[in-house]
């Protein structure tokens, strides 16, 4: 006897995982690196967040994850007072380590860590671009792709999530929940502040796809800037 056929997956059954960059701060104003650094949001930054909280409300959320540092805590907090629900902390979900490099601004950086910068610009990558205390890209990956796969693995089928994260981290997380290969990190341009993107889980293929990328919840913004890259936020 042939065994029972199972019931087909289809699109209502994805699982959807919106994944937020925290408002803007004043550092992030300035250009100046972040990484550990517990900067709050400025006046612009909670704007950003009640405007991104308003149009995140209309993806009817049933769970809400946010990195513990303080701007993405209150951009959370946003959101939570937008969607009824409760804001869950993950440090996993923190940004960069910036070690010494926190507080510098590009120029900055330069100066002081000419080695360190100069083989960041050429595309080098691993302990020759660090500076002291600074946390590595595979470092980031090996904590924020596992959080980033428990946030999916918490959701039901035909759910949708929200996480809400930092510039840097969250491109590295995305690229290894995509499964894309680390060489094209430099390939795309981190959210601008108070943006989002969304993950769908594809049931039917068991792969997750992005489906929309560096969106703002403000009408003056523009599109995902594929030239610029900003500090570590």
Do not use: K
Request: net charge negative.
């Amino acid at each position: 006897m042939s065994p029972p056929a199972q019931p087909r997956r289809t699109v209502a059954d994805a699982r959807t995982l919106v994944l937020v960059r925290h408002g803007e701060t004043d550092w992030n104003l300035a250009g100046r690196a972040q990484g550990h650094a517990d900067i709050p949001l400025n006046a612009t930054g909670r704007a950003q967040a009640r405007a991104v909280a308003r149009v995140l409300a209309g993806f009817g959320p049933v769970r809400l994850w946010s990195s513990d540092l303080m701007r993405a805590r209150q951009t959370a907090d946003a959101i939570a007072e937008a969607t009824g629900l409760t804001v869950e902390c993950d440090p996993r979900l923190r940004e960069y380590d910036a070690g010494e490099r926190s507080g510098l601004t590009h120029e900055e950086a330069a100066e002081r860590y000419p080695q360190q910068y100069a083989a960041s610009r050429a595309g080098v990558v691993g302990p020759a671009t660090l500076v002291p205390g600074e946390e590595s890209t595979e470092r980031v990956r090996d904590r924020i792709v596992p959080a980033l796969l428990d946030c999916f693995g918490g959701l039901a089928d035909g759910e949708t999530g929200v996480g809400v994260l930092h510039g840097a981290s969250l491109r590295i997380g995305l690229m290894g929940v995509i499964g894309w290969p680390w060489a094209d990190a430099r390939a795309f341009q981190g959210l601008e502040n108070g943006a989002y993107c969304v993950l769908t889980h594809d049931a039917t293929q068991d792969r997750v796809r992005l489906t929309s990328y560096n969106e703002t919840a403000s009408p003056s913004a523009h599109g995902p800037d594929f030239v610029s890259d900003g500090p570590v936020g």
